[in-house]
T-cell receptor, first 112, second 112 residues
């Protein structure tokens, strides 16, 4: 499998549930990103990991918890979300020294 | 990072060249111009980037003015599948990982 993959592609969860989004990149990159895209809004950068270290947390609420166990995998753990957190969550990766980001297909999240 | 200004939307006839402008009048000497596009409900896709010289790849051409204050993305023979939101981003290299900020972009409609 090549490129950036994300699972699941669709997720419906209640406000009391705990779930995780997974991202995997097969490109040998060492930087990974989480973005949120709400309906009719620009992409919002949430987190940046560079060589497994978090280098950016863009004022994201603590109900979103990222995890980067290695340069190829990135998780977003979700708990006690709100309906306004419903959005398309996108993962991307890039090679250090370039800003050419490769995006996954996204996870469409609906919080009931 | 320098701010970019793009038209909200544009139309283009199928088979004709689509010319998407971007203004970045405050660009610094070390900042690159990047273009991405996002087809509805998919992750953004990298198109092309450049610093000073014009660039061409299999997808598009990037024309950067001599003063670097504006650029134009050219899709030489637009097809219906090129209908998407096109983002122009100006970024400089950052060792902490790129914290790319996506604006609203230009919504290109390619019509038959």
């Amino acid at each position: 499998e090549t490129g950036v993959t994300q699972t699941p592609r669709h997720l419906v969860m209640g406000m009391t549930n705990k779930k995780s989004l997974k991202c995997e990149q097969h490109l040998g990159h060492n930087a990974m990103y989480w973005y949120k895209q709400s309906a009719k809004k620009p992409l919002e950068l949430m987190f940046v990991y560079n060589f497994k270290e978090q280098t950016e947390n863009n004022s994201v609420p603590s109900r979103f918890s990222p995890e980067c166990p290695n340069s190829s995998h990135l998780f977003l753990h979700l708990h006690t979300l709100q309906p306004e957190d419903s959005a398309l969550y996108l993962c991307a990766s890039s090679q250090e020294g370039t800003d050419t980001q490769y995006f996954g297909p996204g996870t469409r999240l609906t919080v009931l | 990072d320098a701010k970019t200004t793009q038209p909200t939307s544009m139309d283009c006839a199928e088979g004709r060249a689509a010319n998407l402008p971007c203004n970045h009048s405050t660009i610094s000497g070390n900042e690159y111009v990047y273009w991405y596009r996002q087809i509805h409900s998919q992750g953004p896709q990298y198109i092309i980037h450049g610093l000073k010289n014009n660039e061409t790849n299999e997808m598009a051409s990037l024309i950067i003015t001599e003063d670097r204050k504006s650029s134009t993305l050219i899709l030489p023979h637009a097809t219906l599948r090129d209908t998407a939101v096109y983002y122009c981003i100006v970024r400089a290299y950052d060792t902490g990982g790129f914290k790319t900020i996506f604006g609203a972009g230009t919504r290109l409609f390619v019509k038959a």
